[in-house]
């Protein structure tokens, strides 16, 4: 049983596209988290949220609480965004939980 | 310290040997957690500490698998009589949060890469 789903596993895209990742989970949450994971690399946290839309450059983190789902958008796509994204969930009982991440690769 | 620090970033053990891991938090950080995450895969939780008390353990696959925090600061993860299946990545994260329920940011350390041959 995964208590966060992540869609798609692997995503390439051209230079400037516009992408979406989403993320769906199944616990009561008291904040979600957008990491981003580079190949060999440590992992840093883009987004914090829990109600509504934040943004951070291209960046931009959505999450409806009702639904239980979350959307990273990343807008005019570069390939230094190749990295896998990560969403996670901090529960209730302040435990995380984390999806398998997203491979996402950006072609110049 | 500026992040949360991890050592050593690479460690080779052989079956059986035992190892222990060291992550030094973002200093005042309360919640301290460490995960294992395997290749491919996203990191799975394996125990929580809040300033010295261990809170959760449940993730700890086995007893070999033994975490502490003394003095609320540095933990030290170990693993006794390795096996090669603990062969992973064993990220640690700090957090400010201070109780159940509270909002944090998570800062991860670049983690230790455990290969048991």
Same mark, same amino acid.
């Given at each position: 049983k995964n208590e966060v789903?992540? #869609?798609?596993? %692997?995503?390439? *895209?051209?230079?400037?596209?516009? @992408?979406? @990742? %989403?993320?769906?989970?199944?616990?009561? @949450? #008291? *904040?979600?988290?957008w990491l981003q994971q580079h190949p060999g690399g440590g992992i840093v946290s883009l987004f914090m949220l829990s109600s509504g839309k934040k943004k951070h450059g291209r960046l931009i983190a959505t999450i409806n609480i009702q639904e239980k789902h979350s959307s990273l958008h990343i807008t005019a796509s570069h390939p230094r965004d190749s990295a896998v994204y990560i969403c996670a969930v901090r529960s209730s009982g302040n435990q995380f939980y984390f999806g398998t991440g997203t491979s996402l690769t950006v072609i110049p | 310290g500026a992040g949360v620090s991890q050592s050593p970033r690479y460690k080779?053990?052989?079956r059986g040997q035992d190892v222990a891991l060291r992550c030094d938090p973002i200093s005042g950080h309360v919640s301290l957690f460490w995960y294992q995450q395997a290749l491919g895969q996203g990191p799975e939780f394996l125990t929580y500490f809040q300033n010295e008390a261990q809170l959760d353990k449940s993730g700890l696959p086995s007893d070999r698998f033994?975490?502490? /925090?003394?003095?609320?600061s540095v933990s030290t993860l170990k693993i006794q009589r390795t096996q090669q299946e603990d062969s992973a990545v064993y990220l640690c994260?700090?957090?400010?949060? /201070?109780?159940?329920?509270?909002?944090?940011e998570l800062f991860f350390g670049e983690g230790s890469r455990l290969t048991v041959l």
């Open positions: 789903e992540q #869609s798609p596993q %692997n995503l390439t *895209a051209q230079e400037g596209e516009f @992408i979406t @990742i %989403n993320c769906s989970y199944s616990v009561g @949450i #008291s *904040a979600l988290h | 080779v053990a052989k033994f975490a502490e /925090r003394p003095e609320g994260a700090s957090s400010l949060g /201070r109780s159940v329920g509270t909002t944090g």
